[in-house]
T-cell receptor
Framework: GIQVEQSPPDLILQEGANSTLRCNFSDSVNNLQWFHQNPWGQLINLFYIPSGTKQNGRLSATTVATERYSLLYISSSQTTDSGVYFCAVNDYKLSFGAGTTVTVRA | EPEVTQTPSHQVTQMGQEVILRCVPISNHLYFYWYRQILGQKVEFLVSFYNNEISEKSEIFDDQFSVERPDGSNFTLKIRSTKLEDSAMYFC?????????FGPGTRLTVL
């Protein structure tokens, strides 16, 4: 199956800082999604982004499908951004990476 | 905005008992999924369901597990004879085609 690797595994930020999370995948994919898992365990859809760039408020994502990676940018981080960020790729079922645990300190 | 819902939010059961986890997918979606996440680990695919039948299942989804769409709105996961290692968060997801939308999960604790 497709391998999905996320880096870094952990990230500690000061409130207001910017950061970049990376997702590498081992094969071509039909779909790529970014999720935020909040402290209650809920998986919140951030982006459906098989290619190109999208922005949603302080978050943006870019996928370069030909080079098999995606980046998630968090700008002006807030404490509510804390949680685990998962990248998942789709060959009709989602294969998840291990996640990046983000801690934003006030 | 329509959401995937799941019940119960938390279930505690004794080892060897059967449990049924329930999901109501988004109404016009065609593809349905179950995933699980053992505490501290990544989310793992269990099974996908389309046109009233299983379309794909993982190695985890053995004879202990079954899925059903009994009435056109609910989508259930049954776990027969639960084991301690079945303790996990179980997520239901649905999709119109591409993007998968996840429910809030059911936390299953097997004692």
């Amino acid at each position: 199956g497709i391998q999905v690797e996320q880096s870094p595994p952990d990230l500690i930020l000061q409130e207001g800082a910017n950061s970049t999370l990376r997702c590498n995948f081992s094969d071509s994919v039909n779909n790529l999604q970014w999720f935020h898992q909040n402290p209650w365990g809920q998986l919140i859809n951030l982006f459906y982004i098989p290619s190109g760039t999208k922005q949603n408020g302080r978050l943006s994502a870019t996928t370069v499908a030909t080079e098999r990676y995606s980046l998630l940018y968090i700008s002006s981080s807030q404490t509510t951004d804390s949680g685990v960020y998962f990248c998942a790729v789709n060959d009709y079922k989602l294969s998840f990476g291990a996640g990046t645990t983000v801690t934003v300190r006030a | 905005e329509p959401e995937v819902t799941q019940t119960p939010s938390h279930q505690v059961t004794q080892m060897g008992q059967e449990v049924i986890l329930r999901c109501v997918p988004i109404s016009n979606h065609l593809y349905f999924y179950w995933y699980r996440q053992i505490l501290g680990q990544k989310v793992e695919f269990l099974v996908s369901f389309y046109n009233n039948e299983i379309s794909e299942k993982s190695e985890i989804f053995d004879d202990q597990f079954s899925v059903e769409r009994p009435d056109g709105s609910n989508f259930t996961l049954k776990i027969r004879s639960t084991k301690l290692e079945d303790s996990a968060m179980y997520f239901c997801a649905s999709s119109p085609q591409d993007t998968q939308y996840f429910g809030p999960g059911t936390r299953l604790t097997v004692l």
